[in-house]
């Protein structure tokens, strides 16, 4: 398929062709070779997916300039369509009218057209190598873009991952506590319940009646208000501090400073990811850093909630570029409406802040 290059190049070298053939005689210029190369010059073009019909012109062209010298003049632009023919053989046929030409005319006549030649058969290569480079430009492109596109999916799977483990032990922490409640107090208090049954069912003293049927009375509405808060208990959102503390707790590479100052407690997106950030950033700090102290802050404002986590490791081999895990918090911040910024002033440092919902 032809391009604005092909174009281009040929309006150069008709230019050129046309300065040689109007330096050569100082008569009126003859339009007849001018007209028969840019004609069959078209022709080509508009055969480009008819090889017989091409290969027709061309050993038609080399049949004119034998019996009309002056086509000479203008064959570097037949040329220039004849070099990306897959047929190699096509390639002698300039051979004889150009040897011709050369034994017939001066030295200056015949230098000046094998420099054109030159320059058409260079503008051509060089022009299929723009276009082969600009086709790998956009399929690399294209590749970048399906590979970005592909590894923001993974990293986006792989926070949906973690925040689905995260939540599931939760669940499981809380369905251990609600089995405890169940078992424990629920089952004590529906034999107390039975207890004063039977008593009721045995004591004939209405006074003590009235009391025991009272005392049944309150244990039976705090055994609603029980199962009403195992119930509940699937609604409350995580224990970020608790989470956070536990994670500190097993994290034994340096010395960790942990200070939690929020009053009102996040919802359960923004605790997973603190946690999911916290975590991320201690095992940072495991693998790149050499730090001997890392501090957690979280802070608590009337309009946001922020987490900064601070370190006094080495930040030389640092790139803003590299790392899923960056990116990572990034990401989950970026889902909250939030901000995150990074500081490499004596240590690394972390600061997130999540906006109150």
């Given at each position: 398929?032809?391009?604005?290059?092909?174009?281009?190049?040929?309006?150069?070298?008709?230019i050129c062709c046309l300065v040689i053939y109007q330096s050569m005689y100082n008569t009126e210029l003859n339009v007849i070779p001018l007209l028969i190369a840019v004609a069959i010059s078209s022709f080509i073009m508009?055969?480009?997916?008819?090889?017989?019909?091409?290969?027709?012109?061309?050993?038609l062209y080399m049949i004119i300039t034998l019996f009309y010298k002056d086509s000479i003049f203008f064959m570097p632009l037949i040329i220039y369509d004849l070099i990306d023919e897959p047929l190699r053989y096509l390639y002698a046929l300039p051979l004889l009218p150009l040897s011709d030409f050369f034994l017939t005319h001066s030295l200056i006549e015949a230098f000046l057209i094998f420099v054109v030649i030159m320059l058409a058969i260079f503008i051509r290569l060089k022009s299929r190598d723009i276009i082969g480079f600009k086709a790998k430009y956009f399929r690399l492109l294209d590749t970048t873009k399906e590979l970005s596109l592909k590894l923001e999916q993974q990293n986006q799977d792989l926070i949906d991952k973690q925040d689905h483990e995260i939540h599931i032990a939760t669940l499981n922490e809380r369905n251990r506590i609600a089995r405890e409640i169940h078992d424990h107090v629920g089952h004590q208090l529906s034999s107390s319940l039975l207890q004063?049954?039977?008593?009721?069912?045995?004591?004939?003293?209405?006074?003590?009646?009235?009391?025991?049927?009272g005392l049944k009375k309150t244990l039976s509405l705090g055994m609603d208000n029980i199962r009403n808060s195992i119930h509940n208990l699937y609604d409350h959102a995580i224990d970020l501090d608790a989470q956070l503390t536990e994670i500190l707790k097993d994290f034994t590479f340096c010395k960790a400073i942990y200070n939690n100052s929020i009053l009102e407690a996040p919802n359960q997106k923004q605790s997973y990811a603190f946690i999911s950030i916290v975590k991320e950033a201690l095992s940072n700090i495991m693998k790149h850093a050499q730090a001997t102290e890392v501090s957690i802050l979280l802070r608590e404002h009337p309009s946001m909630y922020q987490l900064i986590i601070r370190d006094n490791g080495s930040v030389a081999d640092y790139n803003?570029?590299?790392?899923?895990?960056?990116?990572?918090?990034?990401?989950?911040?970026?889902?909250?409406?939030?901000?995150?910024?990074?500081?490499?002033?004596?240590?690394?440092?972390?600061?997130?802040?999540?906006?109150k919902t």
């Open positions: 398929m032809r391009n604005h290059y092909d174009y281009m190049d040929k309006i150069v070298l008709f508009v055969f480009e997916h008819t090889p017989f019909a091409r290969y027709f012109l061309y050993i004063i049954g039977a008593l009721m069912a045995i004591c004939k003293d209405q006074e003590q009646l009235m009391r025991l049927n803003p570029n590299d790392g899923i895990g960056l990116k990572n918090m990034a990401q989950r911040v970026e889902v909250l409406k939030g901000h995150l910024q990074i500081r490499t002033q004596n240590g690394f440092e972390i600061f997130v802040s999540l906006p």
